[in-house]
């Protein structure tokens, strides 16, 4: 494994987004529930255990676009919600600009599971010895890239770019599209 420098000018990150806001769980389970979907939730952050924070970005919004898709539909499937939902997401747009563990090229398979217990150990003990973050090959869009970032100070200029609506049908996200307000 080497440094790469990454200079991203964008990079993407999507995020849920409801206005007003409201706790993410609030459409999909009742109060007593909320500590087991935290814990859920948690199980979509490849590089991090839920105690420390990590930047997910892509060089690409397509490729933003697949991995939240993944990973919504796990979550909404986790969940057992088979109701139709219109998933409000929101588009950032930032610059990146550092030096990230690259794992482009390396053997480690762990990027390819479903279980995030060993890339979560691996990025905690990358973190714990300072490092930035890491530089991947998105696994939902192959030969693209994607990128967990520990430290915040290597992005800047982070703005609102757009809304999209991600449609789920009780299965699957079978529809994408992009929201606008004109008045």
Same mark, same amino acid.
């Given at each position: 494994?080497?440094?790469?420098?990454?200079?991203?000018?964008?990079?993407?990150?999507?995020?849920?987004?409801?206005?007003?806001?409201?706790?993410?769980?609030? @459409? /999909?389970?009742? !109060?007593?529930?909320?500590?087991? #979907?935290?814990? *859920?939730?948690?199980?979509?952050?490849? &590089?991090?255990?839920?105690?420390?924070?990590?930047?997910?970005?892509?060089?690409?919004?397509?490729?933003a676009i697949c991995?939240?898709?993944?990973?919504?539909?796990?979550?909404?499937?986790?969940?057992?919600?088979?109701?139709?939902?219109?998933?409000?997401? @929101? /588009?950032?747009? !930032?610059?990146?600009?550092?030096? #990230?563990?690259? *794992?482009?090229?390396?053997?480690?398979? &762990?990027?390819?599971?479903?279980?995030?217990?060993?890339?979560?150990?691996?990025?905690?003990?990358?973190?714990?010895?300072?490092?930035?973050?890491?530089?991947?090959?998105?696994?939902?869009?192959?030969?693209?890239?994607?990128?967990?970032?520990?430290?915040?100070q290597l992005l800047?200029?982070?703005?609102?770019?757009?809304?999209?609506?991600?449609?789920?049908?009780?299965?699957?996200?079978?529809?994408?599209?992009?929201?606008?307000?004109?008045?």
């Amino acid at each position: 494994m080497s440094l790469t420098h990454v200079r991203w000018q964008p990079c993407y990150r999507i995020i849920p987004a409801r206005y007003p806001p409201i706790s993410i769980y609030e @459409r /999909v389970a009742d !109060a007593d529930e909320f500590k087991a #979907l935290v814990a *859920l939730e948690s199980r979509t952050n490849r &590089f991090s255990d839920g105690s420390y924070g990590v930047y997910y970005t892509s060089k690409t919004l397509e490729t933003a676009i697949c991995e939240t898709t993944y990973h919504r539909e796990r979550f909404y499937r986790a969940t057992e919600n088979n109701k139709s939902l219109n998933l409000d997401m @929101r /588009v950032l747009k !930032a610059e990146l600009n550092g030096e #990230l563990e690259d *794992l482009r090229n390396s053997p480690d398979q &762990f990027l390819f599971t479903d279980d995030y217990s060993s890339p979560q150990k691996y990025a905690r003990q990358l973190k714990e010895k300072g490092s930035n973050g890491i530089l991947y090959t998105s696994v939902r869009h192959p030969k693209n890239k994607a990128a967990a970032v520990f430290n915040p100070q290597l992005l800047s200029n982070c703005k609102e770019d757009k809304y999209l609506v991600y449609e789920w049908n009780g299965l699957e996200i079978n529809s994408i599209y992009e929201k606008k307000i004109y008045f």
